[in-house]
């Protein structure tokens, strides 16, 4: 049983690469909470795609004890959260759990806008937050503008922040004596009722449902029976330890400890993150403030090359499911690429790592629709729909107006780059809201439609900023402007998987390319194909596919001239014969480069 004066929880955050999981490597060796003959980089990156990308994607927690100068044993509860605008979610609900935060800071880049996005995060949670300047041991560190930084732009005092380099070790120990010294102990009470938070949770094959909890108030033992308080459905408790970073078991769990928990649940579906746990008998009355459910803003249809896989797909997608909570999922038919799911996902970054996940660890090779929002659709009878995927698009004479949703964007950028990223900006229908200085880099906060930023915002922006903007998003609500569905038509039938929601003013330039684009694409056939994009009835871009010819005339040597024509009529009329039944087959290719759309 630990002192809850001697626990210590924090989590660190920071931007993306500013060295998070390496500053977490060196205090958990330090301690040696590993032995060093285990240890490897990114110990707390634990899925391949994770190494592999060098990102952290699920927030994760480790145990470690340290004694401090003053002789006393602390126990320390770090959770490694992500730096990525789509896994923001994970960030707020590991706030929640912990009271202090380390703020890393690359001492050669300085604040970047994920650092002020997880820092805000930290600050609502009434976190007490400790600045740490990191990779001093590059020549191109500058620890005194970058603290100054700091106060400006965020405004936490940085006179004393931590001068380390996670990679070579120096700072560590200083590290250590602020979390214990300068974060506050946890709050609780050993002898009140049970309140434990539900901070995350994940499926292991062997042992089924492990519940990551925070103990509020109370203890939980092992063998008891809890109760999840917003489903009221009863566990008992098979198994009760902490992370180290390897499971161990302990006995119990007392107020202000974070450890795990397994108890016969069968789904991940049936632990809500957030949610209250607390005893089955003489439980809690009011549950624990949870948090605000993850909300999908970008949706995309996934469908397997091989139509043959479409049951290993399903088994993929359900699998995938039950470790992330914030990933929805629905079945649906396209006529040209068959049987597939319709998925929805916190980001742009969030889809590449569930459809790289799929390929991957399933080997299933997948063909993803045009990624699209949510849009509210409101009719003249007064109800309102949903839209996710716009081939459902109702009849236009039932529609009053549509809604599209907003944006915050928040973009840091280097002076020399800033009139590029205005233009951007402007050309996908954003409102400036405010420009600020701080040193030599500009920020940059726009209203912009979520649409035109899904589709290739990012790469754009971190082109014509040559990588070096960062930029940070949060949803802000919905707003009605002129939107239309483009379909696109090959020999004069829709194909479902390319219609796309437009801006009137940019439907004719984006059809124009797109038709453009699938003319190269599909292959000439016997007869002409004219590829067209249309808003309802109304054509607005056409290219034509001319066919192959057959050379008729060439056994014809000299004689009348009306041999030749008559051949020729003959041939026309086949042709002709041939466009009204014959079917267009687009190659998958030309699915995947037609969506790939450069602005």
């Not at 067209?532 to 000299?558: F, H, N, P, W």
Request: aromatic letters at 6%.
């Amino acid at each position: 049983m630990t002192d809850i004066s001697h626990i210590r929880n924090f989590s660190i955050v920071a931007h993306i690469d500013h060295g998070k999981s390496t500053l977490a490597d060196r205090l958990i060796q330090s301690t040696g909470t590993v032995k060093d003959r285990d240890m490897k980089e990114q110990l707390l990156d634990s899925m391949d795609i994770e190494r592999e990308r060098g990102i952290t994607i699920k927030a994760n927690t480790v145990r470690i004890d340290y004694t401090a100068e003053d002789g006393q044993d602390y126990v320390l509860n770090l959770i490694d959260t992500p730096g990525h605008v789509d896994f923001a979610y994970e960030v707020s609900r590991s706030m929640r759990a912990v009271e202090g935060s380390l703020l890393v800071v690359d001492s050669t880049q300085g604040v970047e806008a994920q650092t002020l996005a997880n820092v805000y995060q930290a600050i609502e949670a009434d976190h007490e937050i400790v600045p740490v300047l990191n990779k001093i041991d590059l020549p191109a560190a500058d620890c005194d503008r970058v603290a100054e930084q700091i106060e400006d732009v965020i405004g936490i005092d940085a006179t004393d922040a931590i001068q380390v380099s996670a990679k070579t070790g120096i700072g560590i120990h200083e590290t250590l004596e602020a979390i214990v010294t300068r974060l506050p102990s946890p709050e609780g009470n050993r002898d009140a009722t049970l309140k434990a938070m539900l901070v995350d949770s994940w499926y292991d094959p062997y042992l089924g449902v492990v519940v990551l909890i925070r103990v509020m108030d109370g203890v939980l033992k092992k063998g008891e029976r809890i109760r999840m308080m917003s489903t009221n459905a009863v566990y008992p408790v098979d198994r009760i330890g902490v992370f180290r970073p390897e499971m161990e078991t302990v006995t119990e769990l007392g107020p202000g400890e974070i450890g795990f928990i397994t108890a016969s649940i069968k789904q991940v579906r049936d632990t809500r993150v957030g949610d209250t746990i607390t005893h089955e008998r003489k439980g809690a009355e009011e549950p624990l403030p949870g948090f605000a459910p993850s909300v999908p803003v970008v949706f995309c249809g996934l469908f397997p090359v091989d139509s043959a896989e479409f049951e290993d797909l399903r088994d993929a997608i359900e699998k995938l499911a039950l470790n992330d909570a914030s990933f929805s999922f629905e079945m649906e038919t396209s006529a040209a690429l068959g049987f597939g799911f319709r998925c929805g996902f916190l980001g742009l970054l969030h889809l590449e790592v569930i459809r790289d996940r799929i390929e991957r660890e399933y080997d299933i090779e997948l063909i993803t629709t045009a990624p699209s929002v949510v849009y509210h659709i409101y009719m003249k009878d007064g109800s309102m729909m949903e839209l996710h995927n716009p081939a459902d698009m109702p009849d236009l004479t039932h529609v009053d107006h549509l809604e599209e949703p907003r944006i915050k964007a928040t973009i840091m950028v280097p002076d020399e780059y800033l009139g590029d990223v205005l233009k951007l900006c402007q050309d996908r229908r954003g409102i400036q809201e405010d420009l600020t200085y701080a040193g030599t880099r500009a920020m940059a906060v726009y209203d912009l439609p979520l649409n035109e930023v899904v589709f290739d915002f990012y790469d754009r922006l971190k082109s014509v900023t040559k990588g070096y903007a960062s930029f940070d998003y949060q949803m802000t609500g919905y707003r009605t402007d002129n939107l239309v569905k483009m379909s696109i038509l090959v020999n004069d039938e829709p194909v479902d998987a390319l219609s796309v929601m437009v801006h009137r003013d940019r439907a004719e330039s984006r059809g124009r390319a797109m038709v453009e684009k699938l003319k190269d694409l599909i292959p000439r056939h016997m007869f002409k194909i004219p590829i067209q994009a249309a808003i309802g009835g109304k054509v607005i871009a056409r290219e034509t596919l001319s066919a192959m010819r057959k050379d008729v005339t060439a056994k014809c040597y000299g004689g009348d001239a009306t041999r030749k024509k008559k051949l020729l009529e003959k041939q026309k009329a086949g042709k002709k014969k041939m466009r009204q039944f014959g079917r267009v087959d687009i190659p998958q290719e030309a699915f995947i480069s037609a969506l790939k759309m450069d602005g």
